[in-house]
């Protein structure tokens, strides 16, 4: 048995190392492909989900619209659907949706963007390890909980105020469901002002300026983008509330503007509808397609405005 010469055996080990090497990173490439494979369809599927629900809601709406005419959805100011004497209009639903809605981010809006600048800006680090989670805790109580809170709590202190408030009234709830969207929007505001480069904030130290002149005129302009991202996630996440108005709102399609008076919602309505025995395929039953397309078209509206404003503040900041 001939032994290898030294070179022999050097080619051999260099050989089984390049081997292993490739073999190596031919597995890594293997590994890396299956991931890539992975995350594409966990993409897939969100998308798939929205296009199909976006294709139940046209071809159900389609079946809706055959019958009654969009003039009359978009103008008639009665929704009884469910009665005898038949109307179709959306404004009752839609006004009712925009005046809770409202209410709602008039309480979230300035209270999560002050409780975001401060948890930033001022809170010591203590502080805001202990707020934040406590904070967010609000978003992960059932909204059930809250509607039976803006029933039975928030209602009757309302009318100590004003006692010719209904029992179901529209005030409430928006109060109760802006407390609620706190901590949306002021989890993701603060996430945008903790991006800032702290050399912004050096800067306006060194010019000067306070901490709060920093904060307000420095900081919140330059994370804006964010924070109207906040914003619109707050809208969506109002106009898409369903329980705490089922509860306390009253159900009632009443064209009002008047946040003191009971109405119903889009998603309210929904609810009422898909709960009940209407047979499928019926007109009666079809509303709740074209109600839904409509909350569906408006959210996004809200959503197409604050992609607007987030590429302005981009390209200005």
Same mark, same amino acid.
């Given at each position: 048995?001939?032994?290898?010469? %030294?070179?022999? &055996?050097?080619?051999?080990?260099?050989?089984?190392?390049?081997?292993?090497?490739?073999?190596?990173?031919?597995?890594? %490439?293997?590994? #890396? &492909?299956?991931?890539?494979?992975?995350?594409?369809?966990?993409?897939?599927?969100?998308?798939? /989900?929205?296009?199909?629900?976006?294709?139940?809601?046209?071809? #159900?709406?389609? %079946?809706?619209?055959?019958?009654?005419?969009?003039?009359?959805?978009? /103008?008639?100011?009665?929704?009884?659907?469910?009665?005898?004497?038949?109307?179709?209009?959306?404004?009752?639903?839609?006004?009712?949706?925009?005046?809770?809605?409202?209410?709602?981010?008039?309480?979230?809006?300035?209270?999560?963007?002050?409780?975001?600048?401060?948890?930033?800006?001022?809170?010591?680090?203590?502080?805001?390890?202990?707020?934040?989670?406590?904070?967010?805790?609000?978003?992960?109580?059932?909204?059930?909980? *809250?509607?039976?809170?803006?029933?039975?709590?928030?209602?009757?202190?309302?009318?100590?105020?004003?006692?010719?408030?209904?029992?179901?009234?529209?005030?409430?709830?928006?109060?109760?469901?802006?407390?609620?969207?706190?901590? *949306?929007?002021?989890?993701?505001?603060?996430?945008?002002?903790?991006?800032?480069?702290?050399?912004?904030?050096?800067?306006?130290?060194?010019?000067?300026?306070?901490?709060?002149?920093?904060?307000?005129?420095?900081?919140?302009?330059?994370?804006?983008?964010?924070?109207?991202?906040?914003?619109?996630?707050?809208?969506?996440?109002?106009?898409?509330?369903?329980?705490?108005?089922?509860?306390?709102?009253?159900?009632?399609?009443?064209?009002?503007?008047?946040?003191?008076?009971?109405?119903?919602?889009?998603?309210?309505?929904?609810?009422?509808?898909?709960?009940?025995?209407?047979? %499928?395929?019926?007109?009666?039953?079809?509303?709740?397609?074209?109600?839904?397309?409509?909350?569906?078209?408006?959210?996004?509206?809200?959503?197409?405005?604050?992609?607007?404003? &987030?590429?302005?503040?981009?390209?200005?900041?």
């Amino acid at each position: 048995m001939t032994s290898l010469s %030294h070179a022999d &055996r050097i080619d051999a080990v260099s050989e089984h190392f390049v081997s292993d090497r490739l073999a190596r990173r031919k597995l890594r %490439h293997v590994k #890396e &492909r299956v991931i890539e494979f992975a995350l594409f369809v966990a993409a897939s599927i969100s998308v798939a /989900t929205t296009i199909g629900i976006v294709v139940i809601l046209l071809q #159900e709406s389609f %079946h809706f619209f055959q019958q009654v005419s969009l003039w009359e959805f978009l /103008t008639d100011t009665q929704w009884t659907p469910l009665f005898d004497d038949a109307h179709y209009g959306i404004l009752p639903l839609l006004s009712g949706t925009m005046v809770s809605s409202t209410v709602a981010l008039l309480v979230a809006i300035p209270l999560g963007t002050t409780i975001a600048i401060y948890l930033s800006e001022f809170a010591p680090f203590s502080v805001r390890e202990v707020a934040k989670p406590f904070l967010e805790m609000l978003g992960g109580v059932p909204t059930i909980v *809250y509607g039976y809170f803006a029933l039975l709590f928030v209602t009757p202190l309302l009318q100590r105020l004003f006692p010719e408030l209904p029992g179901f009234n529209l005030l409430s709830a928006g109060l109760v469901m802006g407390i609620m969207i706190i901590p *949306y929007v002021s989890s993701v505001s603060e996430d945008a002002m903790r991006a800032v480069p702290m050399a912004l904030r050096e800067g306006s130290y060194a010019m000067g300026a306070t901490r709060f002149q920093t904060a307000i005129r420095v900081v919140t302009p330059a994370a804006f983008s964010g924070i109207a991202a906040a914003y619109i996630l707050g809208i969506s996440r109002a106009v898409g509330e369903t329980m705490i108005l089922a509860v306390a709102a009253g159900m009632q399609p009443n064209l009002t503007w008047n946040p003191m008076e009971p109405a119903a919602t889009i998603t309210a309505y929904i609810v009422q509808v898909a709960l009940g025995d209407l047979p %499928h395929g019926s007109l009666a039953y079809q509303t709740i397609f074209a109600a839904g397309l409509t909350l569906a078209l408006l959210t996004l509206f809200f959503n197409v405005i604050g992609h607007l404003l &987030r590429k302005r503040f981009r390209q200005a900041y």
